[in-house]
Nanobody
């Protein structure tokens, strides 16, 4: 069984920082893309940032220059450093990965359970 587990959410004041982590565990054969999505109340889930196994990154325009995604391939972990947080960043943040386990013929999409990020004074 393969799963993603997130950590690092919480309450922070505007202008503050948080770091999210997401670790993949189980019988993992390979991990391609890892990324972060978020969903605010009443809104659709949207891409925040993603990173390939080779280190290529893609960011939503709204977070460019404030958020940084990185990954440790040896630990099967992806991070999201969030700086200069604003109230509009408040959402549940979900980790997503395209992974192949030892028991699957093809890669498939996996999601974490989500972690709440609240930016408020």
């Amino acid at each position: 069984q393969v799963q993603l587990v997130e950590s690092g959410g919480g309450l922070v004041q505007p202008g503050g920082s948080l770091r999210l982590s997401c670790g993949a565990s189980g019988s993992i054969f390979s991990i391609n893309v890892m990324g972060w999505y978020r969903q605010a109340p009443g809104s659709q889930r949207e891409l925040v940032a993603e990173i390939t196994s080779g280190g290529n990154t893609n960011y939503a325009d709204s977070v460019k220059g404030r958020f940084t995604i990185s990954r440790d391939n040896a630990k099967n972990t992806v991070y999201l450093q969030m700086n200069r947080l604003q109230p509009e960043d408040t959402a549940v943040y979900y980790c997503r990965a395209i992974m192949k386990s030892h028991f699957q013929a093809r890669s498939r999409e996996y999601w974490g359970q989500g972690t709440q990020v609240t930016v408020s004074s």
